[in-house]
């Protein structure tokens, strides 16, 4: 009986070893029709650009396109990569480069690639059923991507004409007014944007005014005279007496004109109008009473209401500061001091930008200070924060100002976003900075003319002689100026 179940079980065994080996013969290879990219990346190669092997590359299914969205610094020579790329099943990957060259990536994955003009891929399946064309391109940017580029821009001439003898400009209502005195005569032009022809009036005052003291609040202007009297005025060209006298005016906050007043020896933070209750207080030795820069509202998630921000100036004592100061609409405090003693610089908000490790690029708000001066020199430096103010570091080399725009002090700022270059006839552009020796170029997709772009206007501004600079300077981060790839 033992031997009969053993026979039985060999027996089996044999007829399900037979009928495995037979559907083996008998079943055909499947082979794939896909077509598809499922992964594209470069080749490390530190002798072009560290991590080069982290750069995201978009693979875009659909319309046979791959591409990395943040583009790479500029002057990264790209003319001879490796790439690793993977499939779903390829039986052949014909790539064919600019020059006419070609060659089987499925057989050849470790050739290089001249990667200067976009480069074409056609894959086709395993099967040989299905093809598909893909058009790789490695993109670099042709300009210093983070460059505050005044270079290559442009300026002009403030409007009106006649010896230029100072000068603010400021926004209000919507528009921008820029008040001048021209030969001795006092005027005010107006327009939406610096570009635009400008409506100029002539203004009369019974009254020496201090143009450089001139701040706009939500529904009023103000200004002082010569002698500190502060004024009023809704339509920039009639002006009324407020009403006391005072050092200076900060900005407006709530309604209400932040000032500088002075009582004998003593400075004070004061209100105009006061609000009931209110009372001057005494200002430290340490916080400027002239000479400081713009006042800057900002607010953010974690702040429970807004704050503003001062930057240098000069002290009671006739010291310069270069610290920064804050105000959270109920006192005044010192939130740092990184930068070098200065009065009339340009302090303003705007981007800037940071890279990781993978070349992915993100936008931050930043604040920056330009210029002024010193008791020895007119300033041309530039400075930046990207933490609220909380640290402030000096610009890199390539978002300092250019030798060709004078130092200067007490210019004005303005932000204007507007469709990428269109300029009035009359300015003039400056050339962008050439490419060292031994680079091309890539091919750069600028901004379309329905982009909006954040320009930064400079205007004006004085020489260590108090002569004021007749002149619109106009500038941007490059990379803002660039078409976002699809």
């Not at 490695?138 to 230029?164: E, K």
């Not at 932000?415 to 300015?427: F, G, K, R």
């Not at 982009?451 to 108090?466: A, C, D, S, T, W």
């Amino acid at each position: 009986m033992k031997g009969k179940i053993e026979y039985i079980l060999f027996f089996l065994a044999a007829i399900i070893l037979f009928s495995a080996c037979k559907k083996e013969e008998t079943e055909p290879t499947v082979f794939s029709d896909s077509v598809r990219v499922s992964a594209f990346s470069l080749a490390a190669d530190t002798a072009v650009l560290d991590n080069l092997d982290n750069v995201f590359f978009t693979i875009d299914l659909e319309n046979g396109l791959i591409f990395n969205a943040d583009s790479l610094p500029r002057g990264t020579d790209v003319s001879s990569l490796a790439a690793t790329i993977t499939f779903e099943g390829a039986s052949s990957a014909i790539i064919t480069q600019a020059d006419g060259t070609t060659f089987d990536y499925v057989q050849s994955d470790d050739t290089k690639i001249d990667f200067t003009s976009p480069v074409e891929m056609e894959v086709v399946s395993q099967s040989g059923n299905n093809s598909k064309k893909y058009t790789i391109t490695v993109n670099v940017h042709n300009v210093d991507a983070d460059l505050l580029s005044w270079g290559g821009m442009s300026y002009g001439s403030l409007p009106g004409s006649g010896t230029l003898q100072s000068q603010k400009t400021i926004q209000y209502n919507g528009l921008i007014y820029c008040f001048m005195q021209r030969g001795g005569v006092y005027q005010v032009a107006t327009a939406h944007s610096p570009g635009d022809n400008w409506t100029i009036q002539e203004m009369s005052f019974g009254f020496t005014p201090d143009l450089l003291s001139i701040k706009a609040a939500d529904n009023a202007l103000y200004m002082l005279d010569t002698s500190g009297t502060l004024y009023t005025s809704t339509d920039a060209t009639t002006w009324t007496a407020a009403g006391g006298t005072y050092s200076a005016i900060l900005g407006d906050w709530n309604g209400c004109m932040l000032l500088v007043s002075k009582e004998g020896d003593t400075y004070y933070h004061d209100k105009y109008p006061r609000p009931e209750g209110f009372t001057p207080t005494p200002m430290p030795a340490s916080f400027p009473v002239q000479g400081m820069s713009e006042m800057l509202i900002y607010s953010s998630s974690w702040m429970t209401a807004p704050q503003g921000m001062i930057v240098g100036g000069r002290l009671a004592d006739g010291t310069l500061t270069g610290a920064m100061w804050g105000y959270d609409g109920t006192t005044w405090a010192l939130l740092s001091n990184d930068m070098p003693p200065r009065q009339g610089a340009m302090l303003f908000s705007y981007v800037t930008f940071i890279v990781d490790d993978n070349w992915v690029t993100t936008e931050q708000t930043a604040w920056f200070v330009i210029g002024g001066e010193n008791d020895q020199e007119m300033l041309n430096d530039v400075w930046l924060t990207t933490n609220y103010g909380v640290s402030w570091k000096e610009a890199d080399l390539l978002m300092q100002m250019p030798a060709y725009i004078m130092p200067r002090a007490y210019a004005s700022v303005i932000i204007c976003e507007e469709s990428n270059d269109v300029l009035p006839a009359e300015w003039h552009r400056m050339d962008e900075p050439s490419l060292p020796e031994g680079y091309r170029a890539m091919p750069l997709r600028t901004a379309s003319s329905e982009q909006l772009v954040p320009y930064i206007y400079m205007f004006g501004g004085m020489n260590r002689e108090g002569n004021v600079y007749d002149q619109i300077w106009r500038g941007v981060i490059n990379r803002l100026r660039f078409e976002p790839i699809p």
